[in-house]
């Protein structure tokens, strides 16, 4: 029987008709705004043979008498090998492997970061036809600008690499996502890059506690500016494009923002309300990120017998930036007992922070900060069980919790010249939202 021996002698090709029906629909679920994709700059991922739709049988019939060729996707992880990643590709090509392992040039795919996008085009046997690694460009400067492109092909039976840097572009891009576990399993999954999963977060910070209270079903939508890579949107670098306007449903409550630029304004985050998302002090002095936001965050009155530990503990890796939450003077940076290395800012209105535990300081004495400065680094100096930030806000010398002295800081406010530009645009950004959250989700299973 035709089809069981074309099943037999092809398993990989039909596992891989499955994945990319599934890549497919991750593609439309990454639906580009507001102009129409032209469909010959979208990632192929299609099987490249097209057949007559009549039944399985005469298609895979047909399917087996001609030479077919599949693209597939991947990115690279922490740990991969070459072996590793050919096998999530479905490449069984062990000449290709050895080629991989032992070329200079192709060597270079798994040196340096993960997160690089491979794509394979491989014939109807597994073997591998050409590879293209797209991956940040190798030097600082060209990161937002550049990227590296590394390809193999096979030509003329023999396996040849090259590598070459091309230009960025920029597009567009709307995603929408539903939060099961985490804002990043959650932007993972709508394919939307880390860049903007923290912008989200920052925008935010001040209606939602992303550490303490974002609940499972939680969902979001985001109108953001992408840089692409030949079509594709890149996964690597904190460079990737600026959040053009966003949504966030938690707990009932819907908050929205957009960017506006204010004349020749610096340009500032807005509720499509007119009201500012930004105010002179931060809910956080940890930047949101894949790394801090894995950590637990716990407030404690007293500790042991170290009277006055009052104030809110970021767990962090040794080494993750600290800023300071608002503009002010530094009034104190050294050691003290039991905080150890801390810095304390005085901000006006008799308001002052506390930064402790630090692994080093990078301020001095009567330095002004400005809001959101890099002022020193986590660590375990002083009373510190583990690495972790001791934060403390003080009115009057009285502690107060950081996320409730945010809130109620001093907000920016709309220039009364610009609020009709401001409404017009916020109409158009709310047909945007709308669009983007009817993007097509995965369900949330087990509700
Ligand atoms: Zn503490």
Redesign the pocket.
């Known amino acids: 029987m035709r089809i069981a021996g074309f099943a037999a002698r092809h398993p990989q090709t039909l596992a891989a008709s499955v994945s990319i029906a599934l890549a497919g629909f991750a593609v439309t679920a990454f639906g580009v705004a507001p102009q129409v994709p032209d469909p010959a700059a979208l990632p192929q991922r299609t099987i490249v043979e097209s057949v007559p739709t009549v039944d399985l049988r005469s298609q895979l019939d047909a399917l087996a008498d001609h030479d077919l060729e599949l693209f597939r996707s991947e990115i690279t992880r922490a740990g991969d090998t070459t072996d590793s990643l050919l096998a999530r590709l479905n490449v069984s090509d062990a000449r290709a492997a050895a080629f991989l392992r032992s070329d200079p040039i192709a060597r270079r795919l798994f040196e340096g970061r993960s997160g690089k996008r491979v794509q394979v085009r491989v014939d109807s046997h597994g073997s591998l036809v050409e590879l293209i690694a797209r991956y940040a460009a190798p030097i600082v400067d060209k990161l937002p600008t550049q990227f590296t492109r590394l390809r193999v092909q096979r030509i003329a039976d023999q396996l040849v690499a090259d590598i070459t840097t091309a230009p960025l572009a920029s597009q567009v891009l709307m995603g929408s996502g539903t939060v099961r576990s985490s804002l990043f399993n959650a932007t993972d999954e709508a394919g939307i890059p880390d860049a903007v999963a923290t912008q989200l977060a920052e925008i935010f910070a001040n209606d939602i506690d992303f550490r303490r209270e974002l609940k499972r079903g939680a969902s979001f939508s985001v109108v953001y500016e992408a840089l692409t890579a030949e079509g594709e949107p890149i996964t690597w670098g904190p460079v990737n494009g600026r959040v053009l306007a966003a949504e966030f449903v938690n707990k009932g409550q819907t908050f929205s923002a957009m960017w506006f630029k204010d004349g020749d304004g610096k340009g500032a985050y807005f509720g499509l309300d007119g009201q500012s998302k930004q105010r002179s002090f931060l809910a956080s002095p940890l930047e949101f990120s894949r790394v801090t936001s894995g950590f637990a965050m716990r407030m404690?009155p007293i500790?042991n017998n170290w009277k006055q530990?009052n104030?809110?503990?970021y767990g962090a890796p040794v080494g993750t930036p600290v800023r300071t939450v608002g503009e002010g003077v530094v009034e104190f940076a050294g050691w003290q007992n039991g905080y150890g290395n801390v810095i304390q800012v005085r901000h006006g209105n008799e308001r002052l922070t506390v930064y402790?535990h630090l692994s080093h300081i990078d301020v001095a004495k009567g330095q002004h900060v400005e809001q959101g400065a890099i002022i020193g680094a986590v660590g375990q100096t002083g009373w510190a069980t583990g690495p972790?930030l001791?934060f403390e806000v003080k009115i009057d010398g009285l502690q107060q919790d950081p996320l409730l002295v945010a809130q109620t800081s001093e907000a920016a406010v709309l220039a009364p010249a610009s609020k009709a530009r401001f409404g017009q645009l916020a109409q158009s950004v709310r047909v945007q939202l709308n669009v983007a959250e009817t993007l097509p989700r995965a369900p949330l299973l087990g509700e």
Do not use: I, K, L, M
Request: glycine residues 12%; proline residues 0%; negative net charge.
């Open positions: 404690h500790f530990h104030g809110v503990d402790a972790h001791h």
